[in-house]
């Protein structure tokens, strides 16, 4: 198993370069910094010295992959893709256009982005697995198929309606919970309440469907008929058997999402103000501002990763039977 | 004279391209037994024929909205008879020409449903000169009338009986050519063709058909009686009629919708099947091809790549010759990013379904006869991966329908100026804030999203349940 984990930690940084080539060929080859410039600096007519200006304010005025010009190792190291791209890995990020600090836009805004991912993430889970173990409980009855009917409505509708809906509802008809905003410290509580609620119940729709199918299928099965024959109630079954057979398949999907959680909802936070790294991604992206998205790909792909190997170990965790090699 | 020419756009080639594939594959698959079999399970499910004809309603929305053209412009004077005749920078389609009093009649600003009034005080000039605010008249909205405050409910009403007489009529014509087809190939009189209809054993079921056409006709009629004198879903900040708006919404989903698999369809299928079959360094490459592109977040990696395609289209005004034609452009990059994004997921299940059929006795005795790797895939193991393939392409719509309308919020869906959900979202969004609130845009654009949505996942619940082997 130690020696998986190695491996594993190995093919990461390889997917890295991969993530880092796609964004470069992206960012730098598909439009030449020029072609940037100009659209940035907005003009139609610019001139080739404002371009020239921009580039070398921003790194931009050095060659893409190799510099036959310079001495030494310099040939690679002076050239845009060492400096924007390689430096990422040691989380050097530089400056976003406005000027600031990425690196340390990242960490402060980690925080608020967690306390609106994390209580989602852990009541969604929550919400829909008990929701799904209800419908598996009544299987086969009026409360099982409307259940799934209204499932497939939940997930029919379009996520910006909950949230819209939700805003006008809660805080402009009840005056309940602020709009949107966020305050420091516990006072963020009132400001988290309503996204809170609104993302666990656009999520069970479609998770609590899929979990349904994964437990009716663990239900089936001869262990819980013989559960049932020994005599435990339904519901000592459905907990102690079905459920905890049914963790591999939900691990999968659940498992990988966990470390992107720092990373925020794009939505969510644009939504109710939320001063995270979902609402900076996308500020960095209405203004064009593609060293902060580079770095946010950069986080994500990592994050991601990390995910894949949590899966990985946590099913050794869940089911003695996998044995990692 | 005005004259047209008809004008193609990129994705109303491949649209209807599409069309004709899958009428293609409909022909060749009526040949095939299990595919038959499978196909008759849908259309005898109450449900999926329900789906489908919501869909195919919209398809035909959608569709009418694809036959684009340019009108011939009047030639002014004598003299420019003989030149070449100017073409109209509108490029217009024949949907616009179908409702061509609903995409005219423009007022000034918000006005409420089957409103006769702005729904904004204005400040207006009095006869003798004095001025006053209120709420001003429509120049179109219920305009026929001459004292709207009493007569707008008996028009109203008369317009909406009129319009459920005419979808009753309507329906009663349809109703009859069906139960009279179903009576002609049963070779029974029409009342036992009409009670084979009803008791759903036409083959296919006719009575959830009926039912549904029934029921969108009930409201087609009256909305159509109505939209020829009000807006029935009333206009947006410039005065357009939401209704003309959401009708043109269709269009834009179903292009995302259906286009974005022709990127995801050949590489998915093609990475997925080889990958799992050879094995060896080609498996590794094109994990890590998938693995690489999957970690990378979604949103990101199309936020990213739309960006750059639009720096490539406003850095190349001379490729588009109408503003039609650039917001297509990005129409049709989105949908191709969207499907670079998205082939992961079916590549992986391909991949994963072709490690096991390689195993099959079948295959191996085929290769033990020395038959070519490239017959193997075609024959044995693709048709037998099919199902999925069809299972994850109606499964993946609805999700593309809903995505659009995020991604336009996020400013990197469609081009402003087409006409889609999310735009209409994005634009109604900031006007909740009002007081007394806009609301009518939104609930449009949510109501059509939704049914379509609906149906699409309907539809494709019928469809991996008719052609999952592992359902019973």
């Known amino acids: 198993m130690f020696a998986y984990i190695v491996r594993r930690l190995l093919y990461a940084p390889l997917i890295l370069i991969g993530v880092n080539l796609l964004t470069f060929a992206l960012f730098f080859v598909v439009n030449t910094p020029d072609d940037m410039a100009r659209m940035q600096l907005g003009a139609k007519r610019v001139t080739p010295e404002a371009i020239e200006r921009w580039k070398v304010e921003r790194g931009y005025d050095k060659p893409l992959l190799f510099d036959g010009a310079a001495e030494g190792a310099q040939k690679l190291t002076n050239t845009i893709f060492f400096e924007k791209s390689l430096r990422m890995f040691v989380f050097d990020f530089g400056r976003a256009d406005d000027g600031r600090d990425i690196a340390n836009e990242l960490t402060t805004r980690m925080g608020p982005s967690l306390a609106i991912a994390l209580p989602t993430f852990v009541l969604g889970l929550f919400v829909t697995v008990c929701f799904a173990l209800l419908l598996v409980f009544f299987r086969a009855s009026y409360l099982d198929f409307w259940g799934v009917v209204l499932c497939v409505a939940m997930m029919s509708i379009s996520g910006l309606f909950y949230i819209i809906g939700g805003q006008w509802l809660v805080s402009k008809v009840w005056h309940l919970v602020p709009i949107s905003g966020y305050g420091a410290g516990l006072d963020a509580g009132r400001f988290l309440v309503l996204p809170v609620v609104i993302g666990v119940i656009a999520g069970i729709g479609g998770s609590a469907r899929w979990y349904r199918t994964i437990f009716l299928e663990e239900a089936g099965k001869d262990y819980v008929r013989t559960a049932r024959a020994k005599g435990l109630s339904e519901l000592q079954a459905l907990f102690r058997h079905v459920l905890k057979n049914a963790m591999i398949p939900i691990l999968t999907g659940v498992v990988v999402v966990i470390p992107s959680l720092f990373m925020g909802s794009l939505i969510y936070e644009s939504f109710f103000g939320i001063p995270g790294l979902g609402s900076y991604t996308i500020d960095a992206i209405n203004s064009q501002d593609f060293p902060v998205v580079r770095a946010m790909v950069f986080i994500g792909s990592l994050l991601y990763i990390v995910g894949l190997i949590l899966t990985d170990l946590s099913y050794t965790l869940v089911d003695p039977r996998v044995r990692l090699e | 004279m005005m004259g047209f020419q008809p004008v193609v756009l990129w994705t109303d080639l491949l649209l209807f391209g599409l069309l004709g594939c899958i009428l293609l594959a409909a022909w060749s698959a009526r040949r095939s037994e299990p595919m038959r079999a499978a196909w008759g399970r849908v259309g005898a499910s109450g449900v999926g024929m329900t789906s489908l004809t919501l869909l195919l309603i919209f398809v035909l929305v959608g569709l009418v909205d694809s036959l684009h053209y340019r009108e011939r412009l009047a030639p002014a004077g004598v003299a420019a008879a003989e030149t070449k005749p100017q073409l109209s920078t509108d490029v217009r389609s024949a949907l616009d020409a179908l409702a061509e009093p609903l995409r005219t009649r423009v007022e000034k600003t918000y006005s409420a449903p089957l409103a006769w009034q702005l729904f904004a005080r204005q400040t207006v000039e009095g006869k003798d000169g004095s001025q006053h605010r209120e709420f001003p008249r429509l120049k179109y909205g219920g305009a026929?009338?001459?004292?709207?405050?009493?007569?707008?409910?008996?028009?109203?009403?008369?317009?909406?009986?009129?319009?459920?007489?005419?979808?009753?009529?309507?329906?009663?014509?349809?109703?009859?050519?069906?139960?009279?087809?179903?009576?002609?190939?049963?070779?029974?009189?029409?009342?036992?063709?009409?009670?084979?209809?009803?008791?759903?054993?036409?083959?296919?079921?006719?009575?959830?058909?009926?039912?549904?056409?029934?029921?969108v006709l009930l409201l087609v009629g009256p909305v159509t009686a109505l939209a020829t004198e009000y807006h029935v879903f009333g206009t947006d900040k410039v005065g357009q009629d939401v209704l003309f708006l959401t009708l043109k919404s269709i269009r834009t989903a179903l292009v995302i919708g259906t286009l974005t698999t022709l990127v995801t369809l050949p590489l998915a299928v093609a990475l997925g099947i080889v990958a799992g079959y050879l094995g060896g360094w080609v498996d590794d490459v094109i994990q890590y091809v998938y693995t690489v592109l999957n970690s990378i977040p979604g949103v990101l990696l199309i936020a990213a790549a739309v960006l750059m395609m639009q720096v490539v289209i406003d850095t190349h005004p001379q490729w588009f010759e109408t503003a039609a034609e650039r917001a297509d452009a990005r129409l049709l990059a989105l949908c191709l990013i969207l499907g670079m994004t998205s082939w992961t997921g079916l590549c992986r299940l391909l991949r994963g379904e072709t490690l096991k059929l390689r195993e099959l006795e079948y295959v191996q005795a085929a290769r033990a006869f020395g038959v070519s790797t490239t017959r193997i895939l075609a024959r044995h193991v693709l048709p037998n991966l099919m199902h999925l393939v069809l299972i994850a392409l109606v499964m993946d719509f609805s999700g593309l329908v809903l995505a659009e309308a995020v991604l336009s919020y996020v400013g990197i869906g469609v081009d402003p100026n087409t006409i889609s959900f999310g735009t209409m979202i994005n634009a109604a969004r900031m006007e909740l804030a009002r007081e007394p609130m806009v609301w009518w845009s939104l609930v449009a654009a949510f109501i059509f999203m939704f049914v379509l949505v609906l149906a699409a996942n309907l539809f494709a619940d019928v469809v991996r349940d008719a052609f999952d082997p592992r359902a019973s």
């Open chain 2, 144 to 215: 026929g009338l001459q004292y709207p405050e009493q007569d707008l409910a008996g028009d109203v009403a008369g317009r909406i009986a009129t319009g459920l007489a005419a979808a009753a009529g309507v329906w009663l014509v349809l109703a009859g050519a069906v139960v009279g087809l179903v009576a002609r190939s049963r070779r029974v009189p029409f009342g036992a063709g009409w009670r084979a209809v009803w008791r759903g054993k036409g083959g296919l079921a006719w009575r959830a058909m009926l039912l549904t056409l029934a029921g």
